[in-house]
């Protein structure tokens, strides 16, 4: 009797210990697999991330409208491809009843593409900037310029000839008022003649 509990033990021993190795190889197996696995997961990982932060930096531009900083037009900026592009969308009339002004070739200000400015390398501080072309509807005149928009939503407009030190700056702020059809803007009539 002992002999036959001698020899189930021995027989379940070696039943659990064969249970255990082949547990324990089929562990390392799934292990072995998951490290072989791991590079290619760590990689999806550090693409997705890529992926977001690149998605995050290349927010699409909103269009909008901005306010010279002498309040005479409104702009309104949009994009053209990869540039940024900006009509002359409001204008303010010196006096009531004063007429539409027109550009240096005698057609009308209104619709006038006056800033056309391609994607420029970020400012010091990481904000994005754009650089290209600003001219003047009155008499043709162009000016380099580059453009960035500020924490507030300000545009800020740096033309310049030659050198950009030699530019001026202006922050225009954005517009949310009402443009009559043809480029009215009542609300700033008289404003920019009387400089407020």
């Known amino acids: 009797m002992t002999l036959l509990l001698h020899i189930n033990a021995a027989a379940l021993t070696s039943r659990l210990v064969k249970k255990f190795r082949t547990a324990s190889l089929n562990k390392r197996h799934r292990l072995g697999d998951f490290d ?55 204008i303010a009339l010196s006096h009531p009843g004063d ?6 070739r005698g057609q009308p200000q209104c619709g006038f593409l006056m800033l056309r400015v391609a994607p420029a390398p970020p400012a010091d501080d990481g904000t994005k900037r754009w650089k290209g072309a600003l001219q003047d509807p009155r008499n043709g005149n162009v000016y380099r310029t580059m453009v960035k928009f500020d924490a507030a939503g300000n545009l800020d407009l740096h033309g ?13 702020p954005k517009f949310n008022g009402q443009i009559l059809p043809g480029c009215h803007v009542p609300s700033l009539d008289g404003k920019a003649a009387a400089g407020t």
């Open 160 to 172: 310049y000839i030659g050198l950009p030190i030699l530019g001026e700056t202006q922050v225009w």
């Open 99 to 104: 007429t539409m002004p027109t550009d240096w």
């Open 36 to 90: 072989s696995t791991r590079p290619w997961l760590l990689a999806g990982f550090l693409l997705a991330g890529a992926a977001a932060a690149a998605s995050a930096q290349a927010k699409p531009f909103k269009s909008g409208y901005w306010v010279s900083s002498g309040r005479e037009i409104v702009l309104q900026i949009a994009p053209c491809g990869d540039d940024l592009c900006g009509f002359i969308a409001g």
